[in-house]
C-alpha cells in the first residue's frame, strides 16, 4: 500500500500521540500480547521500482509469520533526500512502540558525518534489527559510450545521473573524478534509480550507481543485449560474479585516495536492511530481531528470494551497529578531505 509522503507524517504523528497517551499500558505489554490486533508498518525510504523496494517486500511478505500474533505487515514509501526524508522520520517522529520499522539507507552513518546538517539522527541510536543483504555497487555505463573498460572513463566524458548529492549516485562519480582521474559530468534532480534509467533511455544520461543486484535483475536485457558495460564495482570485496572486475579503491591514483573511496564503502556491510526507531522496549525489539532471524531461515523466504533473483547474506542488529560504530570513528581530518572534493563537486 503506497502513502504519499505528507500522509504518512500525518498518521505518524496521530500514532505517536495515541503511543504517548497509553504509554503506560502499552510499555507494559509483553511483545507476545502486545502485536495482537496492531499492523507493522514497514517505510521503504526510496521510490517503488528499486533494490530497496524489491528486498523490503521480499521481507514483509514472510516476516508476519514469525512475529508473535502474526500481525500483518503493510509496506510504505517515504522518497526524498536521496533516503533522508524516510530515515529522519524513523528516528524524529516514528512511534517507538515496535509498530513502525524500515530499510535505512546503507550509507546513513557517512552521511551523518558529511552532512550533518541534514542528517539529523545519530545511527548508533537505531534499533538495528538485522541485515537481509550487503551491497556490491557497480558503475555501469551505455555502450554508446564507446567505454569498454575504467580507464576508458579517464579519457570518454560520461553524464552519470543522480537523486542526490547525499548519495553514492552522486558522491561516487565525484570522488572518482577527484581521486582517480575520470571525467563524469554529474546531473542531479532526478527522484531515484528508475527515473534516471528512464532518463538514460532517452539519452539524457549515460551511466548511473546501482547494485548488481538490481542492474541483473530489472535491467537484465541490457546486459544480454549489450546496452551497458560494467567498468568497476564498489565495496570491499569482489562479488563472487565478478572476479576480474576492479574495485573502486584499485583506481585511485594516491595512496589517499584509495582510503577516501574505500571509506565510502565500507558501508556495504549495512547493506539492505532492517531497523526500527530508537528506543523501543527491549522485549519488542527482541521478539523483531528473533523474527527477522526466523524469516531469514525461512524455506519459503529462501525460495521467493531465490525465483527473484536476490542474493540473501544475512547479519546480526548487533553486526550492524560495530559497523555504524566503526564509520563513526573515522578522523575528522579525513571528514573534512570528503566534504572539501564533495563541496567542489557541486
Known amino acids: 500500500m503506497k502513502r504519499i509522503a505528507g500522509l504518512i507524517l500525518v498518521r505518524g504523528w496521530l500514532v505517536l500521540g495515541a503511543s504517548a497517551f497509553a504509554a503506560g499500558q502499552v510499555d507494559a505489554q509483553p511483545a507476545d500480547r502486545f502485536y495482537a490486533g496492531k499492523t507493522l508498518h514497514f517505510i521503504v525510504t526510496y521510490q517503488p521500482g528499486g533494490t530497496y523496494d524489491l528486498y523490503s517486500r521480499l521481507f514483509a511478505l514472510h516476516a508476519s509469520k514469525h512475529i508473535p500474533d502474526h500481525p500483518p505487515v503493510v509496506v510504505e514509501y517515504m522518497p526524498g533526500a536521496g533516503g533522508m526524508t524516510g530515515t529522519v522520520y524513523l528516528y ?31 545511527a548508533r541510536r537505531f534499533s538495528w534489527i538485522g541485515r537481509i543483504a550487503s551491497y556490491t555497487g557497480v558503475m555501469f555505463v551505455m555502450s554508446r559510450t564507446g567505454v569498454k573498460t575504467a580507464d576508458d572513463l579517464r579519457r570518454i566524458k560520461v553524464i ?7 548519495t553514492d549516485s552522486y558522491m561516487t562519480p565525484v570522488l572518482l573524478n577527484a581521486f582517480a582521474g575520470t571525467a563524469f559530468k554529474v546531473v542531479t534532480g532526478y527522484r531515484g534509480g528508475p527515473e534516471v534509467d528512464l532518463a538514460i533511455e532517452r539519452g539524457e544520461a549515460d551511466s548511473r550507481v546501482a547494485s548488481w543486484t538490481t542492474l541483473k535483475t530489472t535491467r537484465s536485457e541490457w546486459l544480454r543485449d549489450g546496452k551497458v558495460v560494467v567498468p568497476l564495482q564498489t565495496g570491499l570485496e569482489r562479488h563472487p560474479d565478478l572476479p576480474q572486475l576492479p574495485l573502486i579503491g584499485d583506481l585511485a591514483t594516491s595512496e589517499e585516495g584509495r582510503r577516501i573511496l574505500e571509506f565510502m564503502n565500507s558501508d556495504s556491510g549495512i547493506g539492505w536492511n532492517v531497523v526500527a526507531p530508537p528506543g523501543v522496549p527491549a522485549e519488542r525489539l527482541a521478539a523483531l530481531r528473533e523474527a527477522f532471524s526466523a524469516t531469514m531461515r525461512d524455506p519459503e523466504f529462501s525460495a521467493d528470494a531465490a525465483k527473484r533473483q536476490l542474493e540473501i547474506v544475512p547479519g546480526s542488529g548487533d553486526e550492524m551497529q560495530r559497523v555504524i560504530t566503526r564509520t563513526l570513528a573515522t578522523p575528522p581530518d579525513a571528514i573534512a578531505r570528503l566534504q572539501a572534493v564533495i563541496g567542489a563537486g557541486k
Request: hydrophobic content about 35%; glycine content about 10%; aromatic content about 6%.
Open 160 to 166: 552519470a545521473g543522480s537523486w542526490g548529492n547525499t
Open 92 to 122: 524524529e517522529q516514528a512511534p517507538r512502540d515496535g509498530t513502525v520499522i524500515g530499510m535505512a539507507p546503507r550509507d546513513l552513518a557517512v552521511n551523518q558525518m558529511l552532512h550533518p546538517d541534514a542528517a539529523r539522527y545519530d
